[in-house]
């Protein structure tokens, strides 16, 4: 099993940026792929990001192509989520979570078992 928690939100202006941190707890974190999630009030939680165990392999949503960066350092057990060029549409709570295995390239809610609380993220205009 694995225990997560993220940090690193906050409120920031459009255009600004945000780093946010997924620390995990637990047993063998070079061992699962990790994702990160966002759910906006009255919206289902849809995808931003994965990557991989070796962090050899990466995807993102096309919303945040080119302005979001996934990254994971298994020393330290933490998966990270820089994000730039923030817009108020990127508002919403976001989601670190974690699986041994992927589906679906690591797009979709039922590919992770564990999951954080979740953190704030608010972009204002």
């Known amino acids: 099993q694995v225990q997560l928690v993220e940090s690193g939100g906050g409120l920031v202006q459009a255009g600004g940026s945000l780093r946010l941190s997924c620390a995990a707890s637990?047993?063998?974190?070079?061992?699962?792929?990790m994702g990160w999630f966002r759910q906006a009030p009255g919206q289902e939680r849809e995808f931003v990001a994965a990557?991989?165990?070796?962090?050899?392999?990466?995807y993102y949503a096309d919303s945040v192509k080119g302005r979001f960066t996934i990254s994971r350092d298994n020393a330290k057990n933490t998966a990270n989520l820089q994000m730039n060029s923030l817009k108020p549409e990127d508002t919403a709570v976001y989601y670190c979570a974690a699986d041994q295995r992927w589906g679906r390239q690591g797009r979709t809610k039922d590919e992770y078992a564990y999951w954080g609380q979740g953190t704030q993220v608010t972009v204002s205009s």
């Open positions: 637990g047993s063998f974190f070079s061992m699962y792929n």
């Open positions: 990557i991989s165990r070796s962090g050899g392999t990466i």
